[in-house]
């Protein structure tokens, strides 16, 4: 069996021949929920990352031309920042790092000290001096009478140079500000502001020169992130889970899953000029009939998690050209897959691989982390000769999935030295080649791969949809979707029976209630519902997800029920479970 090295082994693996390097394709997972509510920004997450990740991981891959990689943006991130760029919805948070201090009010001060520090106390907080004496300046009661004019300049300029990116900083006026470490003016809040605004307005138009060039791929997920098994059939819950208990009405909506595809294949096209061959679900979640669906909106290839896999195959061995490939090493291939629509490819990624970057590596050595990743490598690429002869690496490959945003807060510096290094190893050795996914495709013979049989719904966390259904609070919120999806039908229905223009107003009120209904189909909502994942906003997600459904009924004139004014957390018990995780998981925790 061919797994992920110990994290204590250092042990080099001998490589027979280097004319058949393996190709490693690496897929970074660019996802914010939606969070607008009415003309404003509930949380600034979509803009913090965006100063802090969504450029720089782009930069990264331009300042290694020879590198490759796959960049998944979701249109529902992607939107956003349309929105903050063009003044359309405001941000509460965000416009207090530029409002001059003089003109704080009592609620300002109070919403800054609420907001501000919010960063990672040990990578964001306590690299800056300064920052950290505001910090311990804000333990305790009293703190706005602690807090000086000059203390709240100093407080927005950095909380803005925290959530800004490694690579930034070292460019001017950054540098400059970080540098003179406090004692900022007003001049210098709006130079930053300034700045910051122009980092943004550049991630487009730089993916789209790295894209032209061949460097990365782009690729999407449906529109709002939710979870299509769910979205088309409640019950595909209980392929992996067959004795869950789910909601009291079965959801059943595939056609609302292929808008969801639709939109976004369009709406990302328009915005990067660019067709799109490939397709992350959301949470990696997929089922037989949500490929279907993908394949039938013209993606030719989709990825999962090895555990999905593991399910689907069941033990078996099966052939790929001439050679028969164990379980074991099943992930280490692309997988064709039968659909009504014509065969569609699929990934199943390494989730050892993939979750040492995401989690393992934020407190090693980068030096000692991409020394372990690429042995790890070089110990799959060598596991695999050894089984199959060198030949079977012209279908074989690595595939390295996670989140492209959230750990680098984790790690020194937002993960600049580790991202260096990882990048200049993997294009310097011959035994090992970075692609894109449409890449490897390009260059691999389709009657090679092996073809599965049977598709086993999950997604890419226990290799099922336990962090999304099954819990009393999941499944109160999938019922009250069920109920605003059938209201949202039934006037569908009412509206096609009327004429003129009342039916053009009836159809104008249920485009309204479904884009809402869309919405709250993501699944960011049902993430911090149940017990698994702790985070100090999760009653402003809650009330994101009952402000949307309950939109869906004021768009249909339609009288609001009293429940969506009522939170779906539970009161709480007596702790605490023992595992709680923030805005990412491991996939085998």
């Not at 210098?188 to 460097?215: F, S």
Request: proline fraction near 6%; charge should be negative.
């Amino acid at each position: 069996m061919i797994a992920p090295m110990n994290t204590q082994e250092s042990t080099r693996y001998p490589i027979p021949d280097t004319r058949y390097p393996i190709r490693v394709a690496i897929l970074w997972h660019q996802h914010q929920p939606y969070y607008r509510a009415g003309n404003e920004f509930l949380m600034p997450w979509a803009w913090l990352h965006a100063t802090k990740d969504y450029r720089e991981m782009a930069e990264h891959f331009e300042r290694h031309p020879k590198m490759r990689g796959t960049i998944n943006l979701v249109p529902s991130l992607l939107k956003q920042l349309e929105e903050y760029l063009s003044g359309t919805v405001r941000d509460p948070v965000v416009e207090l790092m530029s409002k001059p201090a003089e003109q704080l009010t009592a609620a300002d001060k109070e919403l800054m000290l609420d907001n501000f520090f919010y960063a990672h106390h040990e990578r964001m907080i306590a690299r800056s001096p300064r920052y950290h004496e505001l910090f311990e300046n804000a333990q305790g009661p009293n703190r706005e009478q602690r807090f000086t004019l000059q203390d709240y300049r100093d407080l927005a300029v950095h909380y803005a140079l925290a959530w800004t990116g490694e690579l930034a900083r070292q460019r001017e006026p950054f540098k400059s500000l970080v540098q003179k470490e406090r004692d900022f003016s007003e001049a210098d809040k709006q130079q930053l502001a300034t700045a910051q605004r122009e980092n943004v307005r550049n991630i487009i138009p730089l993916h789209q020169k790295l894209a032209t060039a061949g460097q990365i791929e782009l690729t999407t997920s449906p529109f709002y992130h939710p979870i299509l098994p769910l979205l088309i059939d409640t019950d595909s819950a209980r392929e992996a889970m067959p004795h869950a208990e789910l909601p009291r009405e079965r959801f059943r909506a595939p056609h609302e899953a292929e808008r969801q595809i639709e939109r976004a294949k369009d709406y990302v096209t328009k915005q990067f000029g660019t067709s799109l061959a490939g397709m992350w679900p959301s949470e990696g979640s997929l089922s037989a009939a949500a490929l279907s669906i993908i394949r039938k909106q013209g993606f030719t290839w989709t990825a999962s998690d090895e555990s999905v896999l593991a399910h689907s195959l069941g033990g078996e061995t099966v052939p790929a050209g001439n050679a028969h490939i164990r379980p074991e090493h099943a992930r280490f291939f692309p997988w064709r897959f039968e659909t009504a629509h014509g065969e569609i490819t699929v990934f199943f990624r390494d989730h050892g691989l993939s979750d040492d970057i995401g989690f393992t590596y934020q407190s090693w050595r980068a030096e000692d982390a991409v020394e372990h990743f690429v042995q790890n490598v070089l110990r799959i690429r060598s596991g695999l000769i050894a089984e199959y002869g060198e030949g079977i690496l012209d279908r074989a490959c690595v595939p390295i999935i996670l989140d492209g945003e959230n750990c680098w807060e984790y790690y020194p510096n937002n993960g600049l030295e580790f991202l260096d290094m990882l990048y200049s190893r993997l294009t310097a050795m011959p035994e090992i080649a970075p692609v894109t996914f449409s890449q490897l495709l390009a260059e691999t013979k389709r009657e090679n791969l092996p073809l599965l049989h049977r598709f086993v719904a999950g997604s890419w966390i226990h290799a099922n949809f336990s962090i999304w259904i099954g819990h009393p609070e999941d499944n109160a919120a999938w019922d009250a979707l069920h109920d605003a999806y059938t209201a949202t039908v039934q006037a569908r229905n009412t509206a096609s029976l009327l004429k003129g223009d009342a039916q053009k107003a009836a159809f104008t009120r249920v485009e309204t209630a479904e884009a809402e209904l869309m919405i709250a189909e993501g699944s960011d909502w049902c993430w911090w519902y149940g017990e698994e994942h702790f985070s100090l906003q999760k009653d402003l997600f809650d009330e994101l997800y009952r402000m949307h459904l309950r939109e869906v009924y004021r768009a249909l004139d339609r009288t609001v029920p009293e429940a969506l004014s009522i939170p779906l957390f539970r009161q709480p018990g007596n702790g605490l479970p023992e595992k709680q995780f923030g805005a990412m998981q491991p996939a085998s925790s």
